[in-house]
């Protein structure tokens, strides 16, 4: 049977990994992390999350020191600022660079709310003001909108950040913000396409 740790990291792996075929992690972007009591497991830094295997996996205590060979991701400042809010029952962090929803933070656009699950599980998607990317800054301002209650929110000109009360939930809440970013996308374009033939026949 295995371990406690060793079953979190084949969770940890199978999630990256599913991340990764939804085209959410394209290339070496993005990091997952979940809680194992006082330890944290997070992605290596430089990871390809398609590619990962359970013994490329980093370990962490809550306060940053590393506890294995591996090198966390360079994002472990923002994955211990939401591991810390206890209070929410945060035990998971996904990390994504996902096309649709990475697009409207780059134009600083709200992301579209348009099915009823989005509308159910998401409620809002801030757009949070640019920070570096493994600064300290966005760490505070990422804990800052988890704090408020916002379940998944865009970094600007850089990602999405879920988080959950599992790893399965906080990569559905990812999963959920590209899908409605997608199909928000495709709304308006639609609706543009409609608007246009219109003015052109009038």
């Not at 990812?174 to 396409?193: H, P």
Request: aromatic share 4%.
């Amino acid at each position: 049977m295995a371990s406690p740790e060793g079953a979190a990291r084949e969770i940890l792996v199978q999630t990256c990994r599913r991340l990764d075929r939804q085209g959410l992690v394209p290339a070496r972007s993005g990091n997952v992390s979940m809680a194992l009591g006082d330890r944290i497991l997070v992605t290596a830094t430089g990871a390809t999350l398609g590619l990962i295997q359970p013994q490329e996996i980093a370990v962490v205590d809550r306060h940053g020191r590393t506890l294995s060979p591996i090198p966390p991701s360079s994002e472990l400042p923002l994955h211990l600022a939401l591991h810390r809010l206890v209070e929410r029952g945060v035990t998971a962090v996904v990390h994504t660079h996902s096309p649709y929803a990475t697009a409207f933070s780059y134009v600083g656009k709200q992301l579209p709310l348009v099915s009823e699950e989005g509308l159910r599980s998401l409620r809002e998607v801030p757009v949070l003001p640019y920070r570096p990317p493994g600064s300290q800054d966005l760490a505070e301002v990422a804990r800052a909108a988890a704090a408020e209650g916002y379940p998944a929110f865009l970094l600007e000109r850089h990602g999405v950040v879920a988080w959950g009360k599992s790893l399965a939930e906080a990569a559905f809440l990812a999963e959920l913000v590209e899908a409605e970013a997608r199909l928000g996308y495709l709304i308006r374009g639609w609706e543009g396409g409609v608007n246009r033939g219109g003015s052109h026949h009038s």
